[in-house]
């Protein structure tokens, strides 16, 4: 018998009460404004009005018709008298400082840290989830904190956080929260990053690049089967929003969790290698991640590390030049090496940074340019030539594909993280 997401957490027997430890990195916030269920809801701008108060929301590619009353698939949207409002605004269940290779982010900021947030609920129902206790949660079921977005930019200054990651679950469900606490990083020159499933709409995703630096796209699976089955989407809008990150410029990883049984045949794994390297290029940072058995998925054994091998192995013959190990600490796999001269340049150990060997985003050994963001000046300086680039595009009279980024001029400016020399 297939049971809903809600009928499982009913007949586990769990009832959701916290996530471990909230704010147990930020301790100074503990008891600020921490209770259970809605703080605060915002009128979303994704959605359609339709006959009798009903709505079809435009945010995801799922479309959902919601009558008046009633939520979309994500448990966190509302339609309230025929105008949809997002439930978790400022109503976050989960926040912490984690080490930006936690997301895993391999080319960002090494060694710095992200203030890591997320509210209950998600667009998808992945059957390996590692945080379903509020991913598959309604906002009413857990404790949630009044944190709207100018406190987010008070406390990562606070904890000397780099950048503000949106986490844990999927992003999209609380995009304009997300899209908010972008706005304000940008001015304080922190990075704002996200890690998703790629299940969102181009509109508000290519408004959303307006503010976005990174995104760790999970790339689940090759086949719509999988998606179908797996996680209750679908593939193509997940190449979509990667094939659109990359048009607007916006610095992006890619996770596969490789699952005995379901994901792990080499053919499927080919196949993916080979729309990366045609569609995003050599230089998109690949991470294999280990599987262990979670959520709907413990009956299957955790992924042989020969297995994540096999596939590194298949990617980098295919021509990618980044390509990881993920969940297997110490592994060769988890450092990144220099496509040029092939020596080691970024040590890493779990989540903690051994040594660094760059000097301002190029190889110390070999001066061979090494992709991604190593320093928020350097960032900043990009997004302000594509601006440049983009207005001269649309003076000449000349389509213009990319978004019209809002850029704050004359921001003061973050040190760059240091290199071991």
Known sequence: MRFSRREFLKKSGYFIVSITAPFSLVP??????????????????????????????????????????????????????????????????????????????????????????????????????????????????????????????????????????????????????????????????????????????????????????????????????????????????????????????????????????KNDNLNMIKDMVYWIKKNLGLDVPLHFTRFYPQYKLKNLPPTPVETLEKARELALKGGLRYVYIGNVPGHPGENTYCPNCKKLIIWRLGYRIQEVKLNNGHCAYCGHPIPGIWSIEEKRSRKEKRLREASAVSVAGMPNTGSNIRLVRNAPVAEPIKSVP
């Open 28 to 261: 100074s916030a503990k008891g600020e404004g921490f209770k259970k269920g809605f703080i605060k809801i915002k009128k979303s701008p994704y959605f359609k009005p339709l006959k009798d108060k009903k709505i079809r929301c435009t945010l995801c590619p799922r479309y959902c018709v919601v009558e008046e009353g009633k939520r979309g698939y994500c448990e966190v949207r509302e339609n309230r008298e025929g105008i949809y409002y997002s439930l978790v605004y400022g109503n976050p269940c989960a926040v912490h400082v984690d080490p930006i290779e936690k997301k895993p982010f391999f080319h960002v900021l090494p060694n710095s840290s992200a203030f890591s947030l997320a509210t209950a609920g998600c667009n998808f129902d992945c059957k390996f989830c590692q945080n379903w206790e509020i991913s598959q949660a309604r906002p009413e079921e857990t404790f949630n904190y009044e944190l709207p977005p100018e406190k987010v930019i008070k406390l990562a200054k606070q904890f000397g956080c780099s950048s503000i990651a949106s986490t844990y679950v999927e992003p999209t469900i609380f995009y304009e929260y997300m899209y908010d606490i972008g706005k304000l990083a940008y001015k304080e020159n922190i990075l704002n990053v996200y890690h998703s499933d790629g299940y969102i709409n181009e509109k508000p995703l290519r408004e959303l690049c307006r503010y976005l630096d990174a995104a760790c796209i999970d790339l689940k699976g090759f086949s719509e089967k999988f998606y179908r089955e797996m996680t209750e989407g679908t593939l193509e809008p997940v190449l979509n929003t990667l094939k659109i990150l990359k048009e607007e410029g916006i610095h992006t990883e890619i996770v596969n969790l490789v699952i005995p049984t």
